[in-house]
Nanobody, 125 residues
């Protein structure tokens, strides 16, 4: 079992920044990949970013490349999503997820076994 708790969401103006955190517990954090997804109202959940168990490789959806950075601190059992130059279209509930069966990371939501409760990010224009 893995428990995931996100924090750091909020309301920010366009062009601003937020850093999301996701604290994990229950299994050896450094053994599995982590991802961030988001879901806007009326839309399907979409991939945002993923990171390998070691933090050595990261993956992003095209719309956030150059603006968002995923990272992890295995000593703190925490994964982060630094979001800069935020746009109104980034408004969504953001979820972190754990892929305990692979150390590599994936953009497919079905590959992830555990999910956090989500944190709301709202970007005003």
């Amino acid at each position: 079992q893995v428990q995931l708790v996100e924090s750091g969401g909020g309301l920010v103006q366009a062009g601003g920044s937020l850093r999301l955190s996701c604290a994990a517990s229950g299994r050896t954090f450094s053994s599995y990949a982590m991802g961030w997804f988001r879901q806007a109202p009326g839309k399907e959940r979409e991939f945002v970013a993923a990171i390998r168990w070691s933090g050595g490789s990261t993956y992003y959806t095209d719309s956030v490349k150059g603006r968002f950075t995923i990272s992890r601190d295995n000593a703190k059992n925490t994964v982060y999503l630094q979001m800069n130059s935020l746009k109104p279209e980034d408004t969504a509930v953001y979820y972190c997820a754990a892929d305990i069966n692979s150390p590599h990371g994936s953009s497919w939501s079905w590959a992830y076994d555990y999910w956090g409760q989500g944190t709301q990010v709202t970007v005003s224009s």
